[in-house]
């Protein structure tokens, strides 16, 4: 397993940025699939971005243009910049890493994107 922490996150202004970043608490550079997940209040988790070991990435329709994903395997650490945000882009942020047998969560970081 790997432990994930998240940070980053805070209030900001419509049209703002921010960056997130995911700590490993090991090597992030075999695991298969890192990605961020993000759960607004009343709404079920949803998919945001994920990069593969590949370095190949893919992204919600609603971010695509204005997030990215990037991963620093020398860091151990997954970030995800966020450009342009929008009051809908308000959630808690989680950071997942996939492999076979291995599913991990990070606690989450708050996002709050004000009008």
């Known amino acids: 397993q790997v432990q994930l922490v998240e940070s980053g996150g805070g209030l900001v202004q419509a049209g703002g940025s921010l960056r997130l970043s995911c700590a490993a608490s090991?090597?992030?550079?075999?695991?298969?699939?890192m990605g961020w997940y993000r759960q607004a209040p009343g709404k079920e988790r949803e998919l945001v971005a994920v990069?593969?070991?590949?370095?190949?990435?893919n992204y919600r329709d609603s971010v695509k243009g204005r997030f990215t994903i990037s991963r620093d395997n020398a860091k151990n650490t997954v970030y995800l910049q966020m450009n342009s945000l929008k009051p809908e882009d308000t959630a808690v942020y989680y950071c997942?890493?996939?492999?076979?047998?291995?599913?991990?969560w990070g606690k989450g970081t708050l996002v709050t994107v004000s009008s």
């Open positions: 997942n890493a996939k492999d076979y047998g291995m599913n991990a």
């Open positions: 090991r090597s992030i550079f075999r695991i298969n699939e």
């Open positions: 990069i593969t070991s590949g370095g190949n990435t």
